[in-house]
């Protein structure tokens, strides 16, 4: 393990210039340094989770490139605020230039991780909706990246225990979500 950094009172934090590394932290941002490194630890597994050759096929298609992720999280983000976007939506929303976004709706509609249908009140305009899978992929593995979050903090940092109050709220419906034939429980490896 590395070398400990020394930790002072922010009123004894020495300025120094941006590009140098700081040479000490801030004892007031203690709580906030363990969010950010449960916040590591759990984008790390993250990362690896979305690679792993068992990882659902809608993670590793998802997580294949960096537009693939942005068009994911953005129909997702549209999802979960309660629609289904347009694909010019999409698009913007995205942030992702004009072949890729083709070649992921392309690839994302032949794996069957999107539909694309006409929308009802504009038959010119298409709108994108994220498959089952897709769906329960990321709520699964976001759950599961939320418990690593968890698990990493500190038990006794509210920050901790706030997380850990909300996974159990998101668990105790659970119930639910096996009669529609999934869960979000950790399988065990």
Known sequence: MGVKIPVVSGKDFAARAHDEAPPHQVSEFAEYRDFMAAYCEARLWWMAETRSPDAEAALRFWGGSWDRQNIYYALQLSWNRGYWPTRSELFYTAKVGDRSFARVIKDAVACKMIAIDTDPDDKRSKIIKPTRQSVIALERATTHYFMTLADAAPPESSFGKGMRARIARILSVDHVR??????????EK
């Open 178 to 187: 096996k009669k529609m034939g999934f869960t979000l429980e950790r399988a």
